[in-house]
């Protein structure tokens, strides 16, 4: 008698994780189609597909839930953006991969980040996070240089949300044309040094 309610347990626990992730996600898609300050519960849990109340049921309150949300994301990201240190181009195709599918979402969070706190440490964690993923992917190329900081500096511009949104969509270049302007930028900050 005891299996069943073991099973069912942890059948009921995976629902819950799963039902957990699923308004995570719906918070990060609100929040990268308006602004954080107009994101409200009924607009998470309409997209997840729960009731507001198994929203709060699960973050406590809007607060809660946009805190979680913020630590997915990061936690996403890292993910997302894997690579193997010094390939430039498995570094790039990661990158770009990660901007064709959070690239519009972050450029709505930098475009608040002057009115809004906590679209502020939001962005101010992706930049970061940005600077340590290019210090990684290009270890390699940095290690000994004697002025790595500047090196590193340039190579977080020419990797960044920024320089893609030109390329991808402001200049409406292919995805492989604008990996392709990307990596020329790159390879002429390390070749250039």
Not at 27 to 54: F, H, N
Not at 105 to 126: C, F, K, M, S
Not at 139 to 167: I, N
Request: proline share 3%.
């Amino acid at each position: 008698m005891k299996t069943p309610r073991k099973y069912t347990m942890s059948v009921r626990a995976d629902g819950v994780r799963q039902t957990r992730t699923r308004i995570l996600e719906a918070a990060l898609s609100v929040a990268s189609a308006k602004p954080l300050a107009a994101l409200t519960l009924a607009d998470v849990a309409g997209e997840a597909g729960v009731s507001a109340q198994t929203v709060l049921r699960q973050f406590e309150s809007r607060e809660g839930l946009l805190d979680a949300a913020a630590e997915y994301g990061a936690s996403q990201v890292e993910e997302e953006r894997v690579t193997v240190p010094g390939d430039l181009d498995h570094a790039l195709a990661t990158l770009i991969a990660h901007y064709e599918l959070r690239g519009e979402g972050v450029l709505a969070l930098l475009a608040q980040e002057r009115w809004d706190e906590r679209a502020r440490e939001i962005t101010g964690n992706g930049r970061s996070l940005h600077r340590r993923w290019v210090a990684d992917a290009f270890a390699p190329q940095l290690a000994g240089h004697p002025d790595r900081e500047s090196l590193l500096d340039l190579l977080v511009v020419a990797t960044d949300v920024y320089t893609w949104k030109l390329l991808r969509l402001d200049r409406r270049l292919s995805r492989a044309r604008t990996h392709d302007r990307m990596a020329r930028l790159v390879r002429a900050v390390l070749e250039g040094d």
